[in-house]
């Protein structure tokens, strides 16, 4: 059972917008800035958004993130084909001392 | 560009320990803390701990307290089980990142990822 709650799925068609939620609780996304990874089928997770809303350089602006008390979310835009992978919500917790992730969503382009 | 490259595949007995490697390439040992994530088969991601390379210091997950050291020399980080269960079996991913608590801080650039097969 992961700290941070995610939908195990979510889908879209080529162009659409859809959304990824991340609930979480006071001692973590409220208090604190929330990452997103996204991890392609046998890779390693890539830093997607830091600190709630940044993106890294080289992550296009089809994606943002925002945050609102205990949850955040993150968008994509315009989705295509290649953004079918899993997306993880990361925050640190300040009642655990550490970092705690959500349990993934599968993104589906139909 | 910053590259960070782990060591092999590992098969191990249950009760054995295990040491694998990560090596830092493209930042000074000042500029980041190795993250170390635990990907079981078919699960999420889990945060095990940090070490600092520039001094040593490292802390650890509850959950992984006592069963895990993870340490680092210069360049190079380490996480060691001293004795490994079946539910070890896992993908495991060493990350850096430029702080260590707190939450003001990103995992950026990942290793591959290092499989550790524990099986009778």
């Known amino acids: 059972q992961s700290v941070l709650t995610q939908p195990p799925s979510a889908s879209g068609t080529p162009g659409q917008r859809v959304t990824i939620s991340c609930s979480g609780s006071t001692s973590n996304i409220e208090r604190n800035t929330v990452n997103w990874y996204r991890q392609l089928p046998g890779t390693a997770p890539k830093l997607l958004i830091s600190t709630t809303d940044r993106r890294p350089s080289g992550v296009p602006d089809r994606f943002s993130g925002s945050k609102s008390g205990m949850s955040a979310s993150l968008a994509i835009s315009g989705l295509q084909s290649e953004d079918e992978a899993l997306y993880y919500c990361?925050?640190?917790?300040?009642?655990?001392?550490?970092?705690?992730f959500g349990g993934g969503t599968k993104l589906t382009v139909l | 560009e910053v590259q960070v490259v782990q060591s092999g595949a590992e098969v191990k007995k249950p009760g054995a320990p295990l040491k694998i490697s990560c090596k830092v390439f493209g930042l000074g040992v000042t500029d980041y803390y190795i993250h170390w994530i635990q990907q079981a088969p078919g699960k999420g991601l889990e945060w095990m701990g940090f070490?600092?390379?520039?001094?040593?210091e490292s802390v650890y997950a509850e959950t992984f307290h006592g069963r895990v050291t993870i340490s680092a020399d210069t360049d190079i980080a380490f996480m060691e089980f001293r004795s490994l269960r079946a539910d070890d079996t896992a993908i495991y991913y060493c990350t850096t990142a430029p702080g260590g608590v707190g939450p003001v801080n990103w995992f950026d650039s990942w290793g591959q990822g290092t499989l550790v097969t524990v099986s009778s």
């Open positions: 070490v600092d390379p520039e001094d040593g």
């Open positions: 990361a925050a640190w917790d300040d009642s655990l001392n550490g970092w705690v």
